[in-house]
Structure formats: C-alpha cells, structure tokens
C-alpha cells in the first residue's frame, strides 16, 4: 500500500501560537468573570467603597474590550490562513516579516503599515 504524502502547514507553527493565544484569552475571561461574580454586594458598603467597587469593575470591562479586539484579530488571522492569505498585509500587500510573525502572529499589517495606523493615517 503506496503512503500518501500530507502537504505539511507552513503556517503551523503561528497557528499554535494564534491558539496558545486565544485560550488565554478565554481562560483570562473565565477568570475576570468568576472574580467578578464573587464580589459581596452586602448593601453595607459606604460611598467610597462603592466608587473603588466601580472603578473595578470599570477597569476590567475595559480590558475586556482589549480582549475582544484581541480576539476578533486572532479569528481574523485563521481566517487569512484559510484563504491563504496569512502573512500578507492587508493594507498594501506586502509580505510580513518572518520576525513580525513570531512576535504578533495576529498582525494584519507590515511594519510600515503598522506605524501609519498607530498615527492614525491608515483608513
């Protein structure tokens, strides 16, 4: 019986990372949500705790937004490696940089573009 040969992922390697990612996403909210559930709410608190309660909770929606956009790349990064588009900017074109890759696999963008839409020129 003749073996067939698998076309090996050249992508495998930033998938990996891409999942490491995700899961800690997931398991980071996990977290914040059971944290957040067991925070008393005794009715006895005064005015300062109440607004330090607040602020908390005010904080970790924000990371949470953080999160979510987090998120929302890495599902758009698997998304470019189906349609094998991963490693391409999405803004010109261009390959990304092997290095780039290793440290942001989630990037849509090339160095260059990167730095125009942290100045807020890219549309």
Do not use: H
């Not at 559930?37 to 005015?47: E, F």
């Not at 970790?60 to 929302?72: K, P, V």
């Not at 990064?77 to 010109?92: H, L, P, Q």
């Not at 942290?118 to 549309?123: A, C, F, I, R, Y």
């Amino acid at each position: 019986m003749a073996r067939t040969k698998t076309k090996a992922n050249p992508w495998q390697p930033y998938e990996d990372a891409l999942r490491k990612k995700q899961n800690e996403l997931f398991d980071s909210y996990e977290r914040d949500k059971a944290a957040g559930n067991a925070l008393p709410d005794d009715g006895i608190q005064d005015l300062a705790d109440k607004a330090a309660s607040a602020y908390s909770k005010e904080l970790n929606f924000s990371l949470s937004d953080a999160e979510r956009n987090l998120l929302m790349l890495i599902e758009e990064a698997f998304n470019r490696m189906k349609a094998d588009k991963f490693g391409v900017c999405t803004n010109c074109g261009a390959t990304i940089g092997e290095k780039r890759l290793q440290a942001v696999p989630w990037t849509p963008f090339c160095i260059d573009c990167q730095e125009l839409q942290e100045k807020g020129l890219l549309t």
